[in-house]
C-alpha cells in the first residue's frame, strides 16, 4: 500500500469519445473552483484541447476505435502498466472518475486499488446495457465486448453515476448484486449560450455520430423526400462520421438543400454553433439511455423532434421543448412538427433554455455532486 499524501482527482477517459470533453471539462472545472487538485488520463484523439483548466492532460490511450483499444490493451502489460505506476506515484489520487468505458478499465481501476485501497472508484455509465442489440449490426459483438468488461471493472468500482431513469433501472436488472452508490444525475454541461451569433434560425439538424441506432438513414430519407417542400428552411448534418455514402445517393435537389459540416474531429464549439443555428434538432433514436444532443440543442433554445422512446421522452415535454413522433416516423410527421415549432418557436425556444440551466447545466453541482466531496 502507498500512502495518499499529496492527492489529486482523476478523470480518466481512455476512449475517444469527441463529445465526452465537454462533460470532463465542466466536471473538473467546478472540482477546480473549489481548490481541489485535477488532472486526466485521456486518449490522444483528445490532443486538440488547448488548455484543460490549468492542469496537464496525460496521454495514455491511443483509442479512437476498435483496433486501436485492442492495440493499448496490449502495450499495457509490456510499458503502459509502468507508465500508470509513474503516473500515479507521482500524483497520488484522491478519487478517479471513468468516464467512458475501456477494457482498460478493469485494469486500472485493479491497480489503483492495489496501491490505494482506500481511495473511491467513480463511474460515468452511459450505457449500462443495450438490450437491442440487433439494430446495431456488426458492432453488437463490440457492444457485448465491452458490457463484458464492464462486468469485471464493477468489481472495484464504489460509486456508479447514471444519466437516465432508463439506464439506471436496467443497471439494476444487470447487475443486482452490485454493492456500490448508485446516482442518477443528469449530463452536466458548461453553459455557453450562442443566440447573438445564431442570425436568422434556418436549419432542421442532425448532429454527432451518424449510424443507424441515432436514426441516420431516416435523416436522409427525410432530405430527400422533403427537399421540394423546404422552402426557407434547410437540413443540417454536423458530423465526424463518414457519410459520403449517403451524400451519394441523394438527388441533385435534395444535396442542395443539406448544408454539411464534415470533418473527422468536431469540437463542442462546431456541434453548439450547429444548434444556435437551427430551427430544431432531430433525435430519432431507435434506441438510447439517454442523448447529449437534447442539451446542446436546449443550451442554444433549439426545440427537439424526438422519437417516442424511453430515453428521449424522459427529458421533451411534447409541444414544449420538443416535439415526439413515432418510433418510425414518415416525412408528413417530420414535416408537421417542423410547421409546430415554427408557429411556436419564441416560447418553446425560452422553455428549452429554462429547461437546459434547471436540469443539464453545472450550475447545479451542488444538488447533483455535492456528496462528492465528502469523499476528498
Not at 488532472?39 to 483509442?63: A, H, K, L, M, Q
Not at 490493451?73 to 471513468?98: K, T
Not at 431516416?218 to 465526424?240: M, N
Request: aromatic share 14%; net charge positive; proline share 4%.
Amino acid at each position: 500500500m502507498i500512502s495518499n499524501k499529496k492527492s489529486t482527482f482523476y478523470i480518466i477517459c481512455l476512449k475517444y469519445v469527441p463529445g465526452m470533453w465537454q462533460h470532463m471539462s465542466s466536471f473538473s472545472y467546478q472540482l477546480q473552483a473549489k481548490n481541489y487538485s485535477v488532472r486526466f488520463i485521456i486518449s490522444s484523439g483528445f490532443r486538440w484541447i488547448e488548455e484543460v483548466n490549468d492542469s496537464i492532460p496525460f496521454y495514455v490511450s491511443t483509442s479512437t476505435n476498435s483496433a486501436s483499444i485492442i492495440l493499448d490493451v496490449i502495450s499495457y502489460f509490456f510499458s503502459g502498466r509502468s507508465r500508470y505506476l509513474e503516473i500515479f506515484r507521482h500524483n497520488p489520487p484522491s478519487a478517479l472518475l471513468l468516464v467512458s468505458w475501456h477494457p482498460l478499465n478493469f485494469l486500472v481501476a485493479r491497480l489503483v486499488k492495489s496501491l490505494y485501497p482506500d481511495v473511491p472508484i467513480l463511474a460515468w455509465l452511459h450505457e449500462p446495457y443495450k438490450d437491442q442489440k440487433r439494430i446495431y449490426g456488426s458492432k453488437a459483438i463490440i457492444i457485448w465486448l465491452i458490457e463484458w468488461f464492464q462486468s469485471l471493472s464493477l468489481r472495484y468500482i464504489d460509486f456508479i453515476i447514471l444519466h437516465s431513469s432508463r439506464g439506471l433501472r436496467l443497471f439494476e436488472q444487470r447487475y443486482p448484486k452490485f454493492s456500490g452508490g448508485k446516482y442518477l444525475i443528469p449530463l452536466q454541461f458548461k453553459d455557453e449560450e450562442l443566440l447573438s451569433l445564431n442570425g436568422k434560425r434556418r436549419y432542421l439538424s442532425f448532429l454527432g455520430r451518424a449510424d443507424r441506432a441515432k436514426g441516420i438513414d431516416l435523416f436522409f430519407s427525410f432530405v430527400e423526400e422533403l427537399a421540394e417542400i423546404a422552402g426557407d428552411w434547410q437540413f443540417q448534418i454536423v458530423t465526424s462520421s463518414n457519410i459520403l455514402g449517403h451524400l451519394e445517393k441523394l438527388s441533385p435537389l435534395a444535396r442542395q438543400k443539406l448544408w454539411v459540416i464534415n470533418k473527422p474531429q468536431l469540437t463542442d464549439r462546431d456541434l453548439r454553433q450547429a444548434a444556435a443555428s437551427s430551427l430544431s434538432v432531430l433525435a430519432l433514436y431507435k434506441e438510447t439511455m439517454q442523448s447529449g444532443v437534447i442539451p446542446v440543442a436546449w443550451m442554444q433554445g433549439a426545440p427537439v423532434i424526438g422519437t417516442d422512446i424511453e430515453g428521449i421522452t424522459e427529458w421533451i415535454r411534447d409541444r414544449e421543448t420538443g416535439v415526439i413522433v413515432s418510433r418510425s416516423p414518415t416525412a408528413p410527421e417530420i414535416e408537421a412538427a417542423i410547421t409546430y415549432i415554427r408557429t411556436h418557436f419564441d416560447e418553446m425556444s425560452a422553455r428549452c433554455r429554462s429547461a437546459y440551466l434547471s436540469n443539464f447545466d453545472d450550475r447545479n453541482w451542488e444538488r447533483y455532486y455535492g456528496w462528492i466531496e465528502k469523499l476528498i
